[in-house]
């Protein structure tokens, strides 16, 4: 019986009244009894004091009131002594609100509490409107009582309140009334009253009921009509392990079974997913309670709650298949927007990550959308609003229907996205429709993905990440943020920080490399090309290897399968198994061809047609026409058979020239079929070929043509042959700097001129055509490689070079000569990238590099012993010399040269030597050339000294800096060179084939081609970009999904093959 129906009184209208209505309280909790905290750490009336406390502190807005200011004041020592991150707004209040079982002030005498009754508002100012629990209900159904312990007038209370409609959770084990009522509870009726009253009740009230019997029978009749209202009656026992917050959960459901959005607003909010599982969501139907199940707002209401709340306990029950939540109706770009406000505004100061995220946010400067229009009623250009229109995402705002939904806070969010992924290619993923190509995106699970990675919520994120459709890509993706977010905590010395998103971005970086390793175990083939199929929406533009080079994911790329994709575009169409140095032999001797296999016989430049037509690769749904989709990445083509060759000549016709369009539809079904059965089975295999004048298929013969053609355009022999010329050009540019380099400009000097030109034009190929758009992010990307900071440095200096080469005549020509030496050495320096390609010299490259780097850090500490000594020196053996260039010399000369064994004992002792003077005007005159050093002694104690720090202490220090810098890159020299093995290969399969000086010819015929294939709109294969993203690509979407699907199946295998032995270890002792 409800509230309403047994005739609870509405109470007056105060102030207090009035003011609490503009509060919408979860909940309201009456402490009736005495609640003076125990001696014991389990005493009874404690723990309720802590689960108030606990309450409290969840999120919501909760009254709760207690008889006296004593006890109140008790309660918020209690809550402050236990630090919470939800802190909230306390208001102190004396009287009654006018409403429910507080406010009864019309009767006093059946009132729950007196007219004066205290009790406290914790408000969460931070809830937002659109998933506040605004039941309509009365105070009275969102009430309860607690009834612990104190006198007969409480059980008064309590029977008020059962009578009434109102649940009633009575303390077992905290005294007096509260365990007379629940003595009863299981043992009624009750048979000796007076006995039970003498050994419950305290000794005063015992003697003053026992001798009065009409409150005898009153206290029994009192208690005997609370047990009675068994709907309203719940006992809490704190011996079984039960929380209170369970028993007020299970009192409101037996009062008010048909308020299951209030029952699943207090089980979020205190965590309680066991209640929202079984009593609930999937609650037993039955026909009592068919009509109290939650409705879809309330599942979203909470779903969107919970995911604010970082609680993927609770978003993975909402989530599951039985419930029906479809996130990508619930979720649009304004809903997104307040999650992510609701976040950053919810005590933003005591969490560092939400701190972080904020000042990140922040730091996107400028106008959030870049794109601008022209307004076709004025004129003028103006720039796109942050407000637009729900209708963009097709919904509208589900918390202000009639308002437009500012986007600026979720554009930065995109912009930060963008900026942390590194790659300029990616466009903002939360931009308008009319800001971007017109296409139209659901907000879904990636999203919601994005926002756990970007607040490092781990659990919450894997929970979204086993929901994503392509959760190789995702993985990577949530990797590379958070690598980026911990280099910049660590920027800015949020160094605890910075390690726990390093810890996090490789967790996602395994899960990544694990899923790939999963996939290439199924089908080798398959695995590879998903390294190369373009990512998901939004990061559409994007591809697994690119992103993984973006961001230094070392570790996935040490990957087996992205190692063998690597080695199979570094061979080209050349077999993988073949030894070097056979590659080597047949690429200067052509004869030698015949004994290379390769893994193709198909023509590189003839035209697969069928019946005399090309076929249209533009036009046309992608599953009509398998045959055109039948191109791998690479070029490698799937052999598709049409129509079989015992076929009749009339149905060979009909099929290819389309004579009977029923029987040509029918093979095109079953060329569907067959294309679905045998994608990815015979590229796993793949057939080689060995080389012979004529092409025979059957045979497994290539064409020599064909042959020589792949042979020389394989990265390995493009980057063998440019090895080939850079030796060439390094010991011809040598040659002439010894033996021809002289004032008058020479033929050689004009060739290597010309030969560093092609080179030049080269690194602005690479430049220009890098996929980034835009000048200046192709800048950027260029010149952040560390070899193409070299080249730049080269180019420069040669330049340099021979502009003064005109310049400079007579003795100041050996300024030229000089750097053109320093220009050839830089050269025989750049060749050192040669050697990354080798797997054992490769890692070396690095040391040498970061030992580079350890070396300038080192130099600060010397440059302090170097200068201070070489003070010493100079203001004890040359005091009083004159201020010049000289001074300068003499200062640094000798302090240096100490360090490698030179230690001028004579000129520390003060002895004279050579044609030098003592006499000041001669000395002085020369600006102190030629001066004879003083007799100091002690010069040669400091000297001691100078030699100890620098050759036993320094130097040493600097071999253990460079032992360390090895040690630290020898243990991950596998995994550095497997990293820098993308670049090689990618560098050289996009190199054009001839090698400078030749290399022009190359450029020339490119910049034509790239001309005529603008104006056809053709887009060239490429090895790194997989050639068929419609049918073929989602054939793998669900070959990787299958895979991951198998992997997380196997890790819940492996997890609770872990936990067997602690589980028989438990049941063995319960045994016991």
């Known amino acids: 019986m409800m509230g309403s129906e047994r005739g609870s009184n509405p109470g007056v209208k105060t102030t207090e009244t009035e003011k609490l209505k503009q509060f919408n309280a979860n909940l309201i909790i009456s402490v009736i009894g005495n609640i003076q905290k125990g001696e014991e750490q389990n005493d009874a009336r404690q723990l309720v004091l802590r689960s108030l406390a606990e309450i409290a502190d969840s999120r919501g807005t909760w009254i709760i009131s207690f008889g006296t200011k004593e006890e109140a004041i008790q309660f918020l020592e209690l809550k402050q002594s236990s630090y919470n991150v939800n802190e909230k707004s306390i208001e102190y209040h004396k009287t009654t609100f006018g409403e429910g079982i507080l406010a009864l002030d019309q009767d006093v005498n059946n009132n729950i509490h007196a007219a004066k009754q205290k009790y406290l508002l914790l408000t969460d100012k931070t809830d937002l409107e659109c998933y506040k629990d605004s039941c309509s209900m009365s105070k009275d159904e969102k009430s309860v009582v607690i009834v612990v312990g104190d006198d007969l007038p409480v059980l008064e209370k309590a029977h008020y309140a059962a009578t009434h409609g109102i649940p009633v959770v009575v303390v077992k084990g905290s005294g007096s009334v509260a365990d007379f009522i629940a003595a009863g509870h299981n043992q009624y009726p009750l048979t000796d009253p007076y006995v039970l009253v003498e050994n419950v009740l305290s000794t005063d009230e015992a003697m003053v009921i026992t001798k009065d019997k009409t409150k005898l029978d009153r206290c029994v009749q009192l208690r005997t009509e609370i047990l009675e209202e068994k709907e309203y009656v719940n006992i809490y026992k704190n011996d079984d392990g039960t929380e209170i917050q369970d028993v007020i959960l299970l009192a409101l459901k037996k009062a008010h079974p048909v308020y299951p959005k209030l029952l699943l607003s207090l089980a ?71 999650l992510y406000s609701n976040v950053l505004d919810h005590n933003t100061m005591n969490d560092s990550m939400k701190l972080f995220m904020k000042n990140q946010l922040s730091s996107m400067h400028g106008p959030v959308l870049a794109h601008t229009n022209k307004d076709s009623h004025d004129g003028k250009e103006r720039t796109k609003s942050d407000v637009v229109g729900n209708t963009r995402w097709g919904k509208k705002d589900e918390c202000q229907p009639n308002r437009k939904c500012e986007l600026d806070l979720i554009l930065r969010v995109g912009r930060l996205l963008c900026l942390k992924l590194n790659d300029d290619n990616m466009r903002n993923p939360y931009l308008p429709k009319d800001a971007d190509d017109g296409t139209e995106r659901k907000i879904g699970f990636v999203d919601l993905f994005l926002f ?3 607040f490092n919520r781990r659990k919450l994120g894997e929970c979204m990440w086993r929901h994503c459709q392509n959760k190789l890509g995702a993985a990577l993706v949530a990797s590379s943020i958070l690598k980026t977010f911990a280099k910049s905590a660590g920027r800015n010395l949020e160094l605890q920080l910075s390690t726990d998103l390093m810890n996090h971005s490789s967790f996602y970086e395994k899960k990544a490399s694990d899923v790939l390793t999963e996939c290439f175990k199924r089908d080798k083939k398959m695995a590879q090309d998903l390294l190369i199929k373009k990512l998901e929406p939004p990061f559409d533009l994007m591809s697994p290897l690119a992103l993984v080079d973006n961001n230094y994911l070392k570790y996935f790329m040490g990957n087996e399968c992205c190692q063998t994709k690597l080695n199979g575009i570094w061979r080209g169409k050349i077999a993988t198994h073949l030894p070097w140095w056979k590659i080597l032999l047949a690429l200067f001797m052509p004869i030698f061809i015949f004994g290379i296999k390769f893994t193709t016989n198909n023509r590189p430049f003839k035209v697969q047609t069928f019946c005399g037509r090309k076929p249209n690769r533009n036009k046309g749904n992608p599953v009509d026409n398998p045959d055109e989709h039948a191109q791998t990445s690479g070029g490698t083509k799937r052999k598709i058979n049409k129509v079989n060759p015992g076929d009749k000549p009339d149905v060979l016709a009909q099929t290819c020239c389309g004579t009977d369009k029923a029987k040509t539809n029918k093979v095109e079904q079953q060329n569907k079929l067959h294309y679905y059965l045998n994608i990815g089975k015979e590229s796993s295999k793949p057939q080689l070929y060995s080389v012979g004048m004529r092409c025979n298929q059957k045979d497994g013969v290539i064409q020599i043509v064909d042959a020589m053609y792949y042979l020389y355009t394989s990265p390995f022999s493009v980057y063998t042959l440019n ?94 000569r000089f750097l053109y030496s320093i220009t050839v050495a830089m050269y025989f320096m750049r060749f050192l990238q040669a050697f990354l390609v080798a797997k054992n010299i490769g890692p070396k490259i690095i040391m040498i590099r970061k030992m580079l780097v350890s070396l300038l850090s080192f130099l600060g500490i010397f440059m302090v012993f170097f200068v201070s000594f070489s003070v010493m020196y100079q203001a004890n053996l040359y005091p009083n010399s004159p201020p010049s260039v000289s001074l300068l010399k003499k200062l640094v000369y000798k302090p240096y040269w100490q360090i490698f064994g030179e230690l001028f004992l004579d000129e520390l002792s003060g002895d004279e030597y050579g044609d030098c003077t003592t006499n000041a005007t001669v000395w002085r005159s020369a600006g102190g050339q030629g001066r004879c050093p003083e007799n100091t002694r002690l010069v040669i104690f400091i000297g001691a000294i100078y030699v100890i720090l620098t050759q036993i202490v320094l130097v040493n220090l600097l071999i253990a800096m460079f032992s360390n810098t090895f040690e630290s890159v020898h243990e991950q020299s596998s995994q550095i060179w497997k990293f820098y093995w993308y670049g090689i290969v990618r560098e050289y399969y996009e190199r054009p084939v001839f090698c400078p000086p030749l290399i022009i010819l190359v450029h020339i015929y490119r910049t034509i081609r790239h001309g005529v294939k603008r104006l056809q709109k053709r887009v060239s294969d490429n090895e790194f970009r997989l050639s068929d993203e419609n049918l073929y690509g989602k054939q793998l979407l669900k070959f990787a999904e299958a895979a991951t699907d198998r992997y997380l199946q196997q890790t819940i295998q492996e997890r609770g093959e872990n936990n067997k032995p602690e589980r028989e270890a438990t049941i063995y002792k319960k045994v016991k």
């Open 723 to 816: 090895m080939l010329s850079y030796v060439i050009f390094m010991f011809y540019f040598s040659y002439f700097i010894i033996v021809d380099l002289d004032e008058e400009t020479s033929f050689r000097e004009y060739t290597i001129w010309a030969w560093a030109v092609t080179m030049f034009v080269e690194e602005m190929r690479q430049l220009i055509t890098h996929r980034t758009p835009g000048l200046n992010s192709k800048i950027k990307v260029w010149i952040g490689s560390h070899w193409n900071k070299f080249d730049l440095l080269i180019n420069i200096l040669f330049i340099t070079t021979v502009a003064l080469r005109y310049e400079l005549s007579g003795n100041a020509f050996q300024y030229v």
């Open 452 to 454: 756990a990675v970007l």
């Open 268 to 338: 979020w909010r205190w965590n309680k997913i066991d209640f929202a599982r079984k009593g609930i969501l999937f609650q037993k139907t039955t026909a009592e309670n068919e009509t109290t199940s939650v409705t879809k707002a309330a599942l979203c209401s909470t779903l969107f709650a919970t995911l604010a709340n970082d609680q993927a306990d609770f978003v993975e029950l909402l989530l599951r298949k039985e419930l029906k939540v479809d996130v990508t109706t619930l979720i649009n770009v304004c809903t997104l927007q307040k």
